[in-house]
């Protein structure tokens, strides 16, 4: 398998502009892609550009304080962690509605591949997306 070098994410400083989409983020309710969050802050009267909206939010994920998930299309998806652990989920492809899930096998599960890889450091994302319940019963 060829290698690949991640490109590093800044680090997290506190600008101005960070902290709105930080606050904007936590305000939100559940997942929201960065388009969208976006397009919120300008109704806001927030003068944020997209870009440092995206770049925001990736800082934020690689700092521990948002999770990201994609939807079906690809497009990730953020959410405000808060204090909160790392955390699983698994998301409606038709509606969006994400259920947190208890991680414990899969944070052991990592644990185990990590020490017997000797990888050090070892960060993971795990996805999983189906129909919930609501949707899959089809219009009331």
């Given at each position: ?5 991640r ?42 550009g ?51 899930l ?39």
């Open positions: 398998m060829p290698r690949t070098r490109i590093p994410v800044p680090p997290w400083r506190d600008t101005p502009q960070r902290l709105q989409v930080l606050r904007a983020l936590a305000a939100r309710p559940g997942f929201s892609s960065a388009k969208l969050l976006h397009a919120r802050m300008a109704a806001d009267g927030c003068e944020v997209l870009s440092t909206v995206y770049r925001a939010l990736a800082a934020l994920v690689e700092a521990g304080q948002a999770d990201v998930v994609r939807d079906d299309n690809g497009e990730r998806l953020f959410r405000h962690r808060g204090e909160e652990q790392h955390q699983h989920y698994l998301v409606c492809r038709h509606c969006g509605f994400a259920l947190a208890d991680t414990d096998e899969i944070e052991t599960w990592a644990d185990r591949i990590a020490r017997e890889s000797g990888f050090a450091d070892v960060r993971h994302t795990v996805e999983l997306a189906g129909v919930c319940t609501e949707c899959s019963a089809g219009p009331l």
